[in-house]
């Protein structure tokens, strides 16, 4: 029996990092939060919570949508190999931390440590010589579009 041709743009799970896995279930679990945040959001607008501008809300809640679009592609690519969702998870990583401080020093102990320690992580796993190698690779992969 022949084994069927394996397809280089979707790699076998034994060659792919473990640090690949973990970054994009971070980012996942982020994109998965914004998600939440603006379906609370959208609730809280649709409820008639009070606004300065209800075009600024809408704008706010279009934005919540779109960042958490962008980080579950991120998460989606970055678990294929895609060369450039390292930079963009790397990116996402210190918009959390901008936040995730702040509120750690704030006194919002817990939700600073759970927005500070997953960032500070993939941070670290983004620069592991196996994830750049493996989210690194040129010419084995179909063009993107």
């Known amino acids: 029996m022949s084994r069927p041709p394996t397809n ?25 939060a914004l998600l939440v945040a603006a379906a609370w959001y959208g609730y809280e607008l649709l409820t008639g919570a009070p606004v300065l501008s209800f075009w600024g809300a809408v704008f706010t809640l279009v934005l919540l949508l779109a960042s958490s679009a962008w980080l579950y592609s991120v998460g989606h690519f970055l678990f294929r190999g895609r060369r450039w969702t390292r930079a963009a998870a ?18 919002v102990i817990w ?9 500070l992580a993939a941070i670290v796993l983004l620069f592991d010589k196996r994830v750049i190698s493996y989210a690194s690779r040129t010419g084995d992969s179909p063009p993107a579009f």
């Not at 939700?111 to 960032?119: F, K, L, N, S, T």
């Open 8 to 32: 280089p743009a979707d790699p076998s799970p034994s060659t792919r990092p473990r640090g690949i896995v973990a970054i994009a279930l971070v980012v996942a679990a982020e994109a998965t």
């Open 111 to 119: 939700a600073g440590i759970a927005m500070v320690v997953p960032a």
């Open 90 to 107: 790397l990116v996402a990583q210190l918009f959390v931390l901008t936040i995730g401080v702040p509120t750690l020093t704030g006194g």
